[in-house]
């Protein structure tokens, strides 16, 4: 039988992906495919068929590093037999991001490390990557090239630099970026902005993220009208905080648990706003929305864009102070969304799905403060779980969620 050579130059690469994680990761995950694309390569869907395969992993809990993990080590089992000794193998994504100083030691079957800036690089990496032999590689971007297109590579057994993961993101895509859709035809996310300042102990993402950036308002509706005239009728906005989108962009700092103003500068309402006079049969859904951001103003206008899906997503931890004290989220936590938006806006829109409870809820007592709240709850101890034990200040506690049928 004949053995495939990955270094064979003589056909296009195939690149393949394997994206794990959430809906954000996903777009990462397209970004790099655009970029696979728009250097000559193609794409396969099946991983034995794949000169290059990534991992585009997860790290937000405990269980998703396992998944991620043992996505890496089956790969490379399955390339030795498929009788693919030369595929590589590339790790992206969140774990990537925060762990890969330590990953690099731990799993020599990867032939590559990239953070979450050099997404819309991975054409040239690959490019990189298949034109050498060496058994592990980072890449990283030139700090004293003032072109982002070009890279740095280290090249060592074991000296070799992982600077990306002592520094938080900062890239966020653009309306003109390079993508290969990996959603149906007839929906698609759209990230509006990336990262997240809000400093909840039972979140890492701010340090795998970064800081919380929001793209141009220009750019998002630019997209939409891009994708709605491919025939897209599902757009969904995605981002860590999405009700913050915009405040960032202020030209006085806006701090995480600032009150939502559109007089002050770009905000989800604003853009809500624009979004509903583009042309087309298509409706918009929110994901990823905080309560210390939900105001009067944003269900006015959700009330009246007959575009945006009747629909919320949105992390209630709480109501009962004792509870979210414990999480670090006092200040963003359910009581602001019931002091700042009126019983009466409130009612504009009813699909408020459930709570999110980052960890147990000590007392029935707690749990009646929600019911009397209007919302008839249970608790399911273990049904979402927020462990992380070596990132979070109070792992140490189980977890439960809180369902709002």
Request: hydrophobic share 35%.
């Amino acid at each position: 039988m004949k053995v495939t050579n990955a270094t064979d130059f003589s056909r296009k690469p195939k690149v393949g992906m394997i994206s794990l994680g959430c809906a954000k990761n996903l777009v990462d995950a397209e970004v790099m495919l655009g970029s696979v694309l728009q250097r000559g390569m193609e794409i396969t869907s099946r991983a034995e068929d794949a000169d290059v395969l990534v991992i585009n992993t997860c790290a937000f809990i405990d269980s998703a590093k396992e998944e991620s993990i043992e996505a890496i080590l089956e790969a490379h089992q399955q390339r030795g037999l498929n009788k693919r000794p030369d595929q590589k193998l590339i790790v992206s994504g969140c774990m990537s991001q925060r762990f890969a100083r330590d990953l690099h030691n731990e799993l020599p079957e990867v032939d590559a490390f990239i953070g979450l800036d050099q997404v819309k690089e991975l054409g040239q990496i690959v490019e990189r990557i298949m034109g050498k032999r060496r058994r592990t590689l980072n890449v990283q971007r030139s700090m004293f090239d003032t072109d982002s297109s070009t890279l740095d590579v280290d090249f060592g057994d074991r000296d070799f630099d992982l600077a990306f993961t002592h520094k938080r993101p900062t890239y966020i895509p653009d309306y003109d970026t390079p993508r290969f859709r990996l959603t149906p035809t007839h929906s698609a996310y759209v990230k509006i902005a990336e990262g997240c300042n809000h400093p909840c102990s039972f979140c890492v993402i701010p340090q795998m993220r970064g800081k919380h950036r929001s793209r141009k308002p220009e750019s998002v509706l630019a997209e939409i009208r891009a994708l709605v005239g491919e025939g897209v009728r599902e757009i969904n906005l995605i981002s860590q905080d999405t009700t913050y989108y915009g405040m960032d962009l202020w030209e006085a700092k806006a701090g995480p648990r600032q009150p939502v103003d559109s007089s002050r500068g770009p905000t989800l309402a604003a853009l809500l706003r624009d979004i509903q006079q583009i042309k087309g049969d298509f409706w918009v859904r929110l994901l990823y929305t905080h309560p210390a951001h939900w105001s009067d103003e944003l269900i006015e206008t959700i009330a009246e864009c007959d575009k945006v899906a009747r629909y919320i997503d949105i992390p209630l931890q709480h109501i009962a102070e004792s509870q979210t004290a414990r999480w670090n989220s006092r200040r963003n936590a359910a009581h602001y969304f019931y002091r700042r938006v009126p019983r009466r806006n409130r009612c504009r829109i009813r699909d408020i799905t459930g709570f999110h409870s980052p960890q147990p809820v000590r007392t029935s007592w707690d749990i009646q403060i929600l019911a009397g709240r209007g919302f008839p709850c249970r608790q399911d101890a273990g049904a979402s779980s927020r462990k992380d034990k070596e990132l979070t200040l109070s792992s140490s506690d189980g977890d439960a969620a809180i369902h709002c049928p």
